[in-house]
C-alpha cells in the first residue's frame, strides 16, 4: 500500500506506526506556496497486532 500524508515527518510517521509497519519513507516534498507543510510518500503494510 502507498500513502500520501501532508504535515510534519513527526506527526505523519508516529501516527501511522502504531498501526502500520512501515517498510519505506520517501525523502520529504515541499507542498506548493502557500503551504509551508511537506509532503511524504509511505510504503506500508498492516501491522498484525493491529488487526480486529
Known amino acids: ?8 515527518p513527526a506527526e505523519t510517521a ?3 506506526a502504531r498501526v502500520l509497519t512501515i517498510n519505506r519513507v520517501s525523502q ?3 507542498d506548493r506556496h502557500p503551504s ?10 498492516p501491522r498484525k497486532d ?3
Open 1 to 8: 500500500m502507498r500513502i500520501r500524508l501532508h504535515g510534519t
Open 14 to 16: 508516529a501516527a501511522l
Open 28 to 30: 520529504p516534498y515541499p
Open 36 to 45: 509551508t507543510r511537506h509532503r511524504i510518500y509511505l510504503d506500508a503494510t
Open 50 to 52: 493491529s488487526r480486529p
